[in-house]
């Protein structure tokens, strides 16, 4: 896979978070290549429709060689939000949206291809045939290399795939929230070779006080010690450690945890470990 197995997750650099400066956003970028985070996670609606513009001054400043990092962005959210005309939250997954979505996120993002273009999330209303089109004619024009969904159930990627091979799915996934090792949707990615990432890779861990994160907190009090490591680093070797060779996108901005979490990669937990892990956040031992 050329994508970096850590991802920077974008969403958090702009407005909905950190709200970086272009300075501090070239510094931040500069910081992740150096580490060897070389893929950018982004989505048309991030900051109210305001990251890929940020992001994208930046990136045209940083002297970054566009061969060297790859770009990933996703659509078909639209917001009720000032800047669009929408009386409601919905998905739109026509043709004429998709292709204008992805030449939007060009332009704002000052790059002349995404290397991978994921559907957000899936929609009832959804026609393989018409975004087959859409994915048919942004490919072969160049502007997308790799096309795959966010947030897809093994059953809705086989009804996109009846057009079009979906080569990605990015779905939430951490020890706290682990519903999708369980409901096919990591084994499907293992079985069709496509590549898995999960958002969110902390879970509820550090944002919420819980029984089951009280129980963890204990595990990974002593698993710090162990393997001199930190807990969200434990935390990101837990889900590395499944055969889907997940890649966690890190939302983090603050440069020390991007090193950390890529530093992660290196952990390679014990078995047991991880099973003592998951008995603690279900609060029962496997069946």
């Known amino acids: 896979m050329k994508y970096s197995r850590i991802i920077a997750g974008t969403m958090t650099w702009g407005k909905w978070g950190k709200q970086l400066s272009t300075a501090e956003m070239i510094e931040l970028m500069n910081h992740c290549v150096e580490n060897n985070i070389t893929t ?33 962005s996703k659509c078909g959210i639209q917001f009720n939000v000032k800047e669009r005309s929408n009386r409601v939250k919905h998905y739109d997954y026509n043709k004429d949206y998709i292709i204008k979505s992805v030449e939007r996120s060009l332009k704002m993002l000052q790059t002349d291809y995404l290397d991978l273009l994921l559907l957000h999330r899936p929609s009832p209303l959804m026609d393989p045939s018409e975004i087959a089109e859409a994915i048919d004619q942004l490919k072969s024009e160049g502007k997308i290399k790799q096309f795959g969904v966010s947030n897809f159930s093994p059953s809705q990627i086989q009804l996109i795939e009846k057009n079009n091979k979906v080569e990605a799915n990015q779905v939430e996934f951490s020890l706290t929230s682990n519903g999708v090792m369980n409901d096919g949707s990591l084994d499907d990615c293992i079985a069709n070779d496509r590549l898995a990432m999960s958002w969110s890779p902390l879970g509820s861990y550090f944002r919420e006080e819980s029984k089951a994160n009280f129980r963890v907190k204990e595990v990974l009090t002593k698993l710090t010690k162990k393997y001199d490591a930190t807990e969200d680093q434990l935390l990101l070797a837990w889900i590395l450690k499944h055969p889907s060779k997940i890649h966690p996108v890190v939302g983090t901005a603050t440069p020390q945890r991007l090193k950390l979490a890529m530093d992660a990669v290196a952990i390679a937990m014990d078995l047991q470990d991880w099973f003592i892990l998951l008995e603690a956040n279900e609060g029962h031992e496997v069946a």
């Open 40 to 72: 950018f996670d982004h989505a048309d609606i991030y900051g109210d429709y305001t990251n890929e513009e940020d992001f994208g001054k930046a990136f045209a400043k940083s002297g970054i060689d566009r061969d060297n990092i790859q770009l990933i």
